[in-house]
């Protein structure tokens, strides 16, 4: 998956369209996998992470378009399209660490000019207030 820079988006507002349920893997925190436990048998196990398990090619959770623990969903999901990094380009720098997106999210609108856009540095900084965030 080819990322691209914070300052490259021009907006961003989720579809609902469960494209990210469908093509990525979702990995959990073994917090989440407790939490999420009571739903059974919805996790598969990698050598090292654990993810959510697909069902004919897309999350378990996924009911048409609908994320059914939508209000409980893992933290991978919440902050998607953002990547946060410890390390990257100096485009990408944000408060400390480095932003990306990924361009194939249908909601976001990407431009050519690396330009800060405040409404997506709002979103940002509101996920990096989350204590549960994960930077890789």
Known sequence: MELVTWKRVAGW???R?????????IMVTPEEERRLQKYGEVFE?????????KLNGKCIFL????????S????ACVKYPFYF??????????????VYVDPSCPGLKITRCPVPNF??????????KNEKLIIV
């Open 85 to 98: 990094r410890l390390k990257g380009d100096a485009e990408a720098f944000f408060q400390g660490i480095y």
């Open 13 to 15: 507002r989720c579809r």
């Open 119 to 128: 409404e997506i540095a709002a979103i940002i900084y509101q996920l990096l």
């Open 45 to 53: 196990r990698g050598k090292i992470l654990t993810y959510l398990r």
């Open 72 to 75: 409980e969903r893992p933290m």
């Open 63 to 70: 009911r048409g378009n609908t994320c059914t623990i939508y």
């Open 17 to 25: 369209c469960g494209k990210c349920c469908r093509d990525l893997d």
